[in-house]
């Protein structure tokens, strides 16, 4: 028993020697030479002299691009680090993992630089890393880099792959983004997350029942929904940013109709986008031509009428476009009403644009419509 246990210290002793012997810049010389005093077996030693003398070699080649970087880090500057790691990127005499270590120093030297981490983030997917590798090292980089959303929204794509908190992600994400336009884009990503989330369950569903599942995915998306309007009329807007935003509501009314299947939900979501963006005439339409599927034309035409009152920029699209739907659907005393409001907002767009080319002129029904409708009318 204790041969057995000297022979184990003497492995693990050896094999420390051998580590120790492949390190560069590890004063291997000296090493080599402790290594001569303990061992005692041929072919052990030769190994170890083998390794002396490949990590000899591997120095020569490193040396240049050891001192090559430390000028450079010294330096601190971007433009040349960045050179000297696609240099050894690309170069076949660099091992793997030191290239690893070369991209490491550098974000921990410079690390707000988004251009570095972008390259370190490049260089690890092209090396195969694995997703769990990948997925670290964009939670890093999203710490540093704070106003990069491209790679907040590849970071979070990556934790819903590796089936990751991805809420508590978001939330770390979204608590401290002072970007409107930013914050739009995380509330896009995690929509999208939890439909595909509603899918999957409900795809899980068909083979086999589970139904308490999808109705979990179902409640988180509309308390997703709900969310994003909530973080949407906490933040004040700039003009510039308003068209973003409709945009962004436009889609949550979507999401409603089409990934909940929800007609209910759908109205509710919309009336709260008009609340906030009420003067916004293509957000008006888009609630108007997504409830036309659904609603009677007597409640269509109340949404016309409603968003008469309220836009104020292209709100001529909206008289526009209830014209032609009188002309589907209304009497007569109805679209020469919504006749009368075109008219009106005309002479208002003609009376602020001198230069703007004047849009068509509302032709009048023909007369054969109009007296079949004055006969059904009587």
Known sequence: ???????????????????????????????????????????????????????????????????EIM????????????????????????????????????????????????????FARGAKS????????????????????????????????????????YNRLAKYENSILNLIQLLYSRLEYLVRKLRSAEAAEEKQPQKVETEKAKIALEEGIADSLKALGTRSLDT?????AVGFLKFCGAIALNGLRDNKKFSESMEAGVRL??????????????ASTFLKPIDIRKLFKRASEYTKDDSLKVADEWVDFERLYGSLDELEFAQEKYTQRLQHVLAETVHEQPPREVEPPPKSLLHKRRRNDN
């Not at 819903?160 to 809420?167: D, S, T």
């Not at 510039?240 to 973003?244: F, N, V, W």
């Open 277 to 290: 963006f009420g003067g916004h005439a293509d957000l008006w339409l888009s609630y108007i031509r997504s």
């Open 130 to 169: 694995p997703q769990s590798v990948l997925c670290r090292l964009h939670r890093r980089a999203t710490k540093c880099i704070l106003d990069d959303i491209y790679l907040r929204v590849q970071y979070l794509r990556l934790v819903e792959r590796e089936n990751g908190e991805f809420e508590a992600e």
């Open 1 to 67: 028993t204790e041969g057995k246990a000297r022979d184990d210290q003497l492995r693990k002793i050896r094999t420390l020697f051998h580590r120790q012997l492949g390190l560069a810049f590890a004063d291997v010389d000296l090493t080599l030479e402790e290594y001569r005093k303990f061992e005692t077996v041929p072919e052990e030693l030769t190994k170890g002299e083998d390794l002396h003398k490949k990590t000899i070699a591997n120095v020569a080649k490193i040396l240049p691009l050891e001192e």
């Open 240 to 244: 510039q940013h308003e068209g973003a």
């Open 71 to 122: 000028t450079i880090l010294d330096n601190r500057n971007e433009t040349d680090l960045l050179g000297f790691l696609a240099k050894v990127s690309n170069s076949p005499d660099v091992e793997e993992p030191r290239k690893f270590s070369y991209y490491e120093r550098a974000v921990e030297a410079l690390p707000a630089i988004r251009e570095i981490w972008n390259a370190y983030i490049e």
